[in-house]
């Protein structure tokens, strides 16, 4: 099956500072990927939708000048947490629909990355 | 997107098969049946997806009644490493993917 990647797998900084995640489809192209974000013992939460080549559709709720997406290339996606608090630990996903997959509503997902703010 | 109502917790044993039932009243017309599973800190990975009747594939099987208001997600004689969150999902839009609060399957030796 279609693979995503996303790196890092886990990190942590200090609060204040910027951290980009890296989303990437490894053998597909993908002209629109997902970030979501899962508190512990909680659900996914979809934050954006990210659009290769414009903006990014925020969901309500999510403050677009703190998570900056850019979706700059058909394979890559980037989530950037501006001026991170520790309230912004989290896990944060990112999913890619591949084109050829005929089901509906399957969507390939990331790793994850664990985002601990100090 | 149609709500989901799913239990919040199975318990089981290995070698047992699990049934994990998911209600979905307002389900649309075009909505589609769609089960993903997660383990603890990766990514949800999609299980098997049905629009009536039964569909099956080599991890599972879903079990949709007439009425669609409800389907059935079954596990085959599950192992310890089936433990996971399982969730239902329902819905026709390719892109947003809404998720409930799953159901948490343990699997006991």
């Known amino acids: 099956g279609a693979v995503v990647s996303q790196h890092p797998s886990w990190v942590i900084c200090k609060s204040g500072t910027s951290v980009k995640i890296e989303c990437r489809s490894l053998d597909f192209q993908a002209t629109t990927m997902f970030w979501y974000r899962q508190f512990p013992k909680q659900s996914l939460m979809l934050m954006a939708t990210s659009n290769e080549g414009s903006k990014a559709t925020y969901e309500q709720g999510v403050e677009k000048d703190k998570f900056l997406i850019n979706h700059a290339s058909l394979t890559l996606s980037t989530l950037t947490v501006t001026s991170a608090h520790p309230e912004d630990s989290s896990f944060y996903i990112c999913?890619?629909?591949?084109?050829?997959?005929?089901?509906?509503?399957?969507?390939?997902f990331g790793p994850g990355t664990r985002l601990t703010v100090l | 997107l149609a709500k989901t109502t799913q239990p919040i917790s199975m318990d089981s044993y290995e070698g047992q098969e699990v049934n994990i039932t998911c209600s979905h009243n307002?389900?649309?017309?075009?909505?589609?049946i769609t089960w993903y599973q997660q383990f603890p800190s990766q990514g949800p990975r999609f299980i098997i997806q049905g629009y009536k009747t039964k569909v099956t594939n080599e991890v599972a099987s879903l079990f949709i009644p007439a009425d669609r208001k409800s389907s059935t997600l079954s596990l085959p004689r599950v192992s310890l490493s089936d433990t996971a969150v399982y969730y239902c999902l329902v819905g026709y839009n390719d892109y947003k993917l809404s998720f409930g609060a799953g159901t948490t399957v343990t699997v006991r030796a």
């Open positions: 999913s890619a629909r591949e084109p050829s997959v005929e089901a509906y509503n399957e969507q390939f």
């Open positions: 307002n389900i649309a017309t075009n909505d589609y």
